[in-house]
């Protein structure tokens, strides 16, 4: 039984992080580009689920 209904791509949550993080790392704050890579990924894949629906 191979059901594809349930697999899920956080895609934009890892690339999200990893861009955050680079942002942090220049911008000297990584909690903060942490954070913002995680809120813009999260973002990211909800719109990117809206549109496969």
């Known amino acids: 039984m191979d059901n ?9 949550l890892s ?3 990893a861009i955050g ?10 909690a903060i580009g942490i954070s913002l890579g995680l809120a813009l990924g ?3 894949d909800a719109t990117q689920n809206k549109k496969t629906k």
């Open 4 to 12: 594809n209904k349930n697999t899920k791509s956080s895609s934009g």
């Open 15 to 17: 690339i999200g992080i």
């Open 21 to 30: 993080t680079a942002f942090g790392v220049i911008f000297g704050n990584i």
């Open 42 to 44: 999260i973002a990211y």
